[in-house]
């Protein structure tokens, strides 16, 4: 199918590489199908694109890249919504925010957003985890990973 966007201009996927989400994304409930777009190989920022709203893609990554020690348990009831059979089969990522400033940018630990590979089910996971925040800096988390090398 010809997927037309603001960001990427038309682009083809196949039915196989359209991420539902049974619930939607916060504050984007209405709107379930997505595609990942990654921007190039090892990159840390990729997109997920919205199929329904062209004007919808959001920025995220991989939280283990900059976030070495993120770490949550996935409830029971999410595994069996997302019919995950293998903790391989589970991708993670995190919505990041850019403001004007770059330096600024922030991703949401709170509510990663979780993905069978398998089955291309998805699922907007809100954690009880006092540790993490909604705005987590990007850019001091890779400041303190590059002090540590």
Known sequence: MKLNTQYFGEIEVGEKDIIHFTD??????SLKRYVYIPI???????????????????????????????????????MTALEVEKAE??????????????????????????INIRTNKAAQVVLNAERYHTKHSILSATSEVAAAK
């Open 24 to 29: 939607g994304i916060l504050a984007f409930e």
């Open 89 to 114: 089969e589970v991708a993670v990522l995190t919505i990041v925010t850019v403001g004007e400033d770059v330096k600024q940018m922030t991703t949401n630990l709170v509510a990663p957003l979780v």
């Open 40 to 78: 190039g190989e090892e990159q840390v920022f990729n997109y997920l694109q919205c199929v329904d709203e062209p004007d919808l893609a959001f920025i995220v990554m991989e939280p283990w890249s900059v976030f070495k020690d993120y770490d949550f348990n996935l409830p029971p009831e999410i």
